[in-house]
């Protein structure tokens, strides 16, 4: 496992990515509804997919988007496969974080450990991690230790109404253990499709009355 910070040189290979829209650079359409869209590419060596999604959230601004992404404890309120979130290192927007992935029956759940980033600009918010290791959090019996090769969301306002955000989401992850890779790839597509579902639900159903009560 390669050690290492999110750089800036990181951060902007991150968006080089996300600027390669349709069939560039050997993306795939694996999936396209109503504000949601899913790609997958190859990467040499690996038999597990780089995954990129392109979300649209009516209604949920990027400010509210980054919070619910930058938060552990509300991530976990709206997804449901992540059962433990916690930083381990906190220098505000560098953190060490430890979480743990709910996986089907019969399948040893899954933890990462991982150094986490934000960047802020004008033109958009970017949350990174990489996976990393950290003394304080060994393996442990019963879990797998998986890696996080790619993982970033991108949030931007959505052009011309900014009550409105836009998200892309980037993810390739090695699960280890013995899961095959096509349940691994076809896991991970899936699971943006149902994030966006989820974080529609939450927002709507609780969050946004959250937000307004602080005001």
Known sequence: MAESGITDA????????DACRGEEDGWQLASREEDC??????????SVNLVKGYLEFPGINRDALTEMFS??????RFDKAVTEYEVVEDNGDHQVVYSVAKMPTTISDRDFVVRWRRRVSDAETVLCSR????ASK????????????VSAYVI????GDPLSSKMTSMLQ???????????VNSGVASGLQRIHSSVNDFFFGTFKAELEARR
């Open 10 to 17: 990181y951060i902007e290979d991150i968006l080089r990515m």
């Open 37 to 46: 869209e899913i790609w997958t590419k190859r990467t040499k060596g690996l």
């Open 71 to 76: 938060n552990g404890d509300i991530q976990k």
């Open 131 to 134: 996976s990393c290791l950290h």
């Open 138 to 149: 060994p393996e442990v019996p019963g879990r797998v230790r998986a890696e996080k090769l």
């Open 156 to 159: 931007r306002e959505m052009p």
């Open 173 to 183: 992850l090695d699960l280890k253990g013995w899961l095959p890779w096509n349940m």
